[in-house]
């Protein structure tokens, strides 16, 4: 096996802190758009709007979940490099191998609630055209 440098678990600091930023953006978008929702439930209750709070309830937790595995996988990366620091390669590799499977899983969580997200747009792109049509 190569030998694993400092550099390498440091490259992806930029790439973990823009994801977990991306992260944090949905989580506030969709935290307004709850909000939202409630106000116009509290208004005119619908069914409509009851599918809509489930499915940003379910986005919500694949959002924790995502910005779970990526501050994981952030962390590994900092604790490799101190391990690599104090000279242990070996357990500096397979944390930094940990890290990258975090990381993937963050990612793969990702994909799922982005379409989870176009599922939900469909569906009111759906409502839209059969409001077009009745008219």
């Known amino acids: 096996m190569s030998e694993l440098t400092l550099t390498t ?14 992260y944090t953006n949905r989580f506030l978008a969709i935290a307004a758009l709850i909000r939202k929702l ?3 439930y509290q208004e005119n209750p619908s069914k409509f709007l009851v599918g809509q709070i489930k499915n940003l309830r379910k986005r919500v937790a694949l959002i924790r ?3 779970f595995f990526g501050m994981a996988s952030l962390f ?5 490099m101190f391990l690599l620091f104090a000279d242990e390669q070996l357990i500096g590799k397979w944390v930094f191998g940990t890290g990258l499977l975090l990381l993937m899983a963050s990612l793969g969580l ?4 982005i ?13 839209i055209e059969e409001n077009k049509h009745t008219k």
């Open 115 to 127: 379409q989870i997200s176009v599922d939900a747009l469909n569906i009111h792109l759906k409502k």
């Open 9 to 22: 678990p440091a490259l992806l600091f930029p790439a973990i802190s823009l994801l977990l930023l991306a």
């Open 38 to 40: 409630h106000d116009e």
């Open 76 to 80: 590994l990366c900092v604790l490799c």
């Open 110 to 113: 990702s994909l799922w609630e």
């Open 65 to 67: 979940s995502m910005q």
